[in-house]
């Protein structure tokens, strides 16, 4: 069992920055990766990024150079740092590692 919990939304005007994080506790192995994906209304989830336990990392082609995954190993923690926010940014971040996804953090940007 895995649980996962993300923290850091809020709102923030377009152009501005938010870190969001994911604490990962239980059965957690140093081989898994681990996931951001968002769901904004009316729409399906859709993958934001993914890093590897060696570091790899991969990005939607609507977040890359403006959002960055980054992990700490010995803490079990994931981050987000997402900078020159927009309003389609919009969405309910979550966090995912396997078949395990945390509840989700909100994410507004808006003037």
């Known amino acids: 069992q895995v649980q996962l919990v993300e923290s850091g939304g809020g709102v923030v005007q377009p152009g501005g920055s938010l870190r969001l994080s994911c604490a990962a506790s239980?059965?957690?192995?140093?081989?898994?990766?681990m996931g951001w994906y968002r769901q904004a209304p009316g729409k399906q989830r859709e993958l934001v990024a993914v890093?590897?336990?060696?570091?790899?990392?991969r990005y939607a082609d609507s977040v890359k150079a403006r959002f960055t995954i980054s992990r700490d190993l010995p803490k079990n923690t994931m981050y987000l740092q997402m900078t020159n926010l927009k309003p389609d940014d919009t969405a309910v971040y979550f966090c995912?590692?396997?078949?395990?996804w945390g509840q989700g953090t909100q994410v507004t940007v808006s003037s």
């Open positions: 995912t590692i396997r078949i395990y």
């Open positions: 239980g059965r957690i192995f140093s081989a898994d990766a």
């Open positions: 890093i590897t336990n060696g570091g790899i990392t």
